[in-house]
T-cell receptor, first 116, second 116 residues
Framework: EAGVTQFPSHSVIEKGQTVTLRCDPI?????LYWYRRVMGKEIKFLLH????????ESGMPNNRFLAERTGGTYSTLKVQPAELEDSGVYFC??????????????FGPGTRLTVL | AQTVTQSQPEMSVQEAETVTLSCTYD???????LFWYKQPPSRQMILVIR??????QNATENRFSVNFQKAAKSFSLKISDSQLGDTAMYFC?????????????FGPGTRLSVLP
């Protein structure tokens, strides 16, 4: 079974430009999460999809960030326009839908975003 | 709001020795889960071990074990017989389980170096 994949692995852009990050969860996983780690700080939750619906987007920092998951498969996270403080590593994770208990979150390798 | 603290930014241990990574958390909830994730230099973050708060018995996974002290809100990770492949960033994570799904709160991480 293929793991969670993310593209690109590294992106360098200038302030004011737009960047789109992509996450492909494990096939069959309904839940998809986005996290980010700003340099030297803890990993912070951004949002959670259940299939194509945004279940919780309380962690999205501002309206420059737009996440989509059309069709409930892969997800994109667009930053427009990018600011210097957006630099960091963006992680994606997925789990199966579970009615009780907890499923292991499988993480992707992350996309390192550098805004110059 | 929940918080997770890892007071050791960096640690090192000799190969074959034992090392303990500390983690404390703050929550008012009674039902939750705790995790240790590792992120090797190759960047894929993987689950090391997890603990359900309602279980008094400490979780173990081969050379990895935890010391879960619920009253003290402490969740340390012990790595026995350390191996070079254990070199990684280790993140402690708290997860509440609410009606909206799973949402991790991560600590800032501890960088562990296993020395030959």
């Amino acid at each position: 079974e293929a793991g969670v994949t993310q593209f690109p692995s590294h992106s360098v852009i200038e302030k004011g430009q737009t960047v789109t990050l992509r996450c492909d969860p494990i096939s069959g996983h309904d839940n998809l999460y986005w996290y980010r780690r700003v340099m030297g700080k803890e990993i912070k939750f951004l949002l959670h999809f259940v299939k194509e619906s945004k279940q919780d987007e309380s962690g999205m920092p501002n309206n420059r960030f737009l996440a989509e998951r059309t069709g409930g498969t892969y997800s994109t996270l667009k930053v427009q326009p990018a600011e210097l403080e957006d630099s960091g590593v963006y992680f994606c994770a997925s789990t199966r839908s579970s009615g009780r208990g907890t499923d292991t979150q499988y993480f992707g390798p992350g996309t390192r975003l550098t805004v110059l | 709001a929940q918080t997770v603290t890892q007071s050791q930014p960096e640690m090192s241990v000799q190969e074959a020795e034992t090392v303990t990574l500390s983690c404390t958390y703050d929550t008012s909830e009674n039902n939750y889960y705790l995790f240790w994730y590792k992120q090797p230099p190759s960047r894929q973050m993987i689950l090391v071990i997890r603990q359900e708060a309602y279980k008094q018995q400490n979780a173990t996974e081969n050379r990895f074990s935890v010391n879960f002290q619920k009253a003290a809100k402490s969740f340390s990770l012990k790595i026995s017989d350390s191996q070079l492949g254990d070199t990684a960033m280790y993140f402690c994570a708290f997860m509440r389980r609410d009606n909206y799904g799973q949402n991790f709160v991560f600590g800032p991480g501890t960088r562990l170096s296993v020395l030959p």
